[in-house]
């Protein structure tokens, strides 16, 4: 790179003769078009800072370089000064019947057949650093003559007042400092920040909420109803999520469940990054890729059928004809228990990152098994650390992250006790203070789920039970419910059916009643036999009430 320091100037600043290339102002230009959510006001703000620091009169003998300043220049004036964001209007603005008339009308056209439909959150990240770079050069630059004037000063020991001296001196580092924090480029962690007097950021973050609403995917549901209803929609970006139970409760069941539900729920998934294709990650420290394998033929095919029967394309092929192959791409990793950092897992997604995949949901199986980024013997400690890199991640990556952990033992009591008196409904009664090793996992945590697996005893079906004992979100209607578990593995899928119908349960106690108490006409199309329990007789709320406990 090379800059001509000698410029031309003006009564208002002073030009400096950045030497720049054809190829980088198109990057410009793509970049104002582009409909990447990371192009925002504060990255427009320090390309227009620079175009105007520029001493474009230097190209006055380039026609290229001319339309292309004068393109940047416009669109800028049009977007940041008059509020302008269609592109149509956009162009006509630019155009506006000028002698660059025609020859814009052409670069536009080249611009959108050289580059893609949107940049890539890399291409982003480029411009912006090479914007920041050249802002900051300009800066340091235009305030040289002031700190070798203030340095000279200070060298030499004549000046009337130490304290002015001083202040002079500061004022002058001061604000350079502050003209070189505000052309810092616009990262990954920076793009989520705003104040409330800085008008550039909180109209960005503005409109980063409503396109996040409006989004038609901005939650990736699952493949039942009522799990997506109890998560507010479904796994939100940037939300933490812990599974709690006892062992053989289900947790590495669920883990690998939400994804194959979700690959189900949202085969269209549009990713942040549009030049990237949308990936699941799936982290397991407790189950070997075999047995990962086994149980998601488990759950497209079934118990009954073993892989083994089948040649390796007809196995193939039938995971494919079951749906395996459709939503987004499952990626399944396996490490030995402790031999990996939460750090390693980031580095993973940066890997897939690369290979062209942008990671969208993350589970990890589970907890225990992988080390924080700050290690602590403490068990407690190093539980706190997980949760708290695992929330960290979730909200720098704008994913839902999910793990698992164990109950401590007065909860396998309590489900011992209940399993052995025939009780049912058992997860209701446990609750946070039942957490095995550290609670600050549950401080670190969005939302809180105690897993469970019971039979319901007038069908001898299976079903996962779910509690939820912690949201961050907007108070939640629903804060238990049962769903049939088939094959072991699979919970039967429901999103489907219409209107109100899905196949949970909200009492496991009796075949009489299945119904959401908070929304009456909610009825479960599962068959219901009206058999009385011993003992309790017709119309008796309080003891049928007892019998639930």
Avoid: C
């Avoid at 209007?89 to 439909?117: A, M, Q, T």
């Avoid at 630059?141 to 001296?165: A, K, Q």
């Avoid at 500061?170 to 480029?185: A, G, M, R, W, Y």
């Amino acid at each position: 790179m090379s800059f001509l320091v000698e410029g031309s100037y003006n009564d208002e600043e002073e030009k400096i003769g950045f030497d720049y290339t054809l190829d980088i102002l198109d990057d410009f230009i793509a970049m104002i078009l582009s409909e990447n959510s990371l192009v925002n006001v504060k990255s427009l703000r320090n390309m227009q800072k620079l175009v105007k620091l520029t001493d474009i009169a230097m190209y006055e003998n380039d026609i290229e370089m001319e339309v292309r300043f004068h393109t940047i220049t416009k669109f800028l004036e049009a977007i940041l000064d008059l509020r302008i964001t269609d592109n149509l209007r956009l162009i006509e603005f630019v155009k506006d019947g000028g002698r660059f008339s025609e020859r814009v009308d052409i670069l536009i056209e080249e611009i959108y057949e050289n580059y893609p439909e949107d940049l890539s959150n890399e291409a982003i990240f480029f411009i912006n650093d090479y914007i920041s770079q050249r802002l900051k050069y300009a800066f340091i630059y235009s305030s040289l003559d002031e700190i070798e004037h203030s340095s000279m000063v200070l060298r030499s020991g004549e000046f009337d007042s130490l304290t002015d001296v001083v202040e002079s001196y500061s004022e002058t580092v001061s604000s350079l400092f502050k003209d070189i924090q505000h052309s810092k480029s616009v990262d990954r962690f920076s793009v989520n920040n705003f104040s409330s007097n800085d008008s550039d950021s909180l109209l960005d973050q503005i409109n980063r909420l409503q396109e996040k609403q409006l989004k038609p995917n901005s939650k990736i549901k699952t493949a039942v109803k009522m799990k997506n209803k109890m998560l507010n929609g479904g796994f939100e970006g940037g939300r933490f999520y812990l599974y709690l139970g006892a062992p053989g409760s289900g947790k590495s069941v669920e883990l690998l469940n939400v994804l194959l539900e979700a690959k189900k729920a949202n085969e269209k998934f549009v990713t942040k990054d549009p030049t990237k294709k949308p990936a699941f990650l799936y982290v397991s420290q407790e189950n070997s890729v075999s047995e990962t394998l086994d149980r998601i033929w488990s759950h497209y095919i079934g118990e009954h059928k073993k892989i083994s029967d089948y040649s390796l394309e007809t196995a193939n092929q039938m995971l494919k004809d079951a749906g395996f192959n459709d939503g987004p791409e499952l990626f399944v990793k396996y490490f030995p228990s402790k031999s990996i950092s939460t750090v390693d897992v980031d580095a993973i997604i940066d890997e897939l990152d690369l290979e062209g995949y942008e990671v969208v949901f993350l589970s990890h199986d589970y907890m225990k098994r992988i080390r924080s980024s700050n290690p602590n013997s403490d068990t407690y400690i190093e539980l706190g650390n997980v949760a708290d890199d695992w929330a960290n991640m979730a909200k720098a990556r704008e994913i839902p992250v999910v793990t698992a952990s164990q109950l401590n033992r007065d909860a396998f009591r309590i489900i011992e006790t209940a399993l052995k008196n025939g009780k049912s409904n058992i997860v209701k009664q446990l609750g946070t203070s039942h957490i095995g090793e550290s609670v600050r996992m549950i401080d670190n945590s969005d939302y809180v789920i105690i897993l469970g697996k019971e039979e319901q005893k007038y069908n001898d079906k299976s079903y996962m039970t779910y509690k939820l004992v912690k949201s961050r979100a907007r108070a939640q209607d629903l804060s238990y419910f049962a769903h049939p578990l088939k094959n072991g593995m699979l919970l039967e899928h429901d999103t489907h059916l219409e209107g109100n119908k899905h196949y949970s349960s909200f009492n496991l106690s009796t075949g009489v009643e299945d119904y959401d108490p908070n929304d009456k006409g909610n009825k479960s199309i599962r068959p219901v036999r009206n058999r009385q329990s011993k003992g309790v007789k017709k119309g008796n709320v309080s003891d049928i009430k007892e019998l639930m406990s």
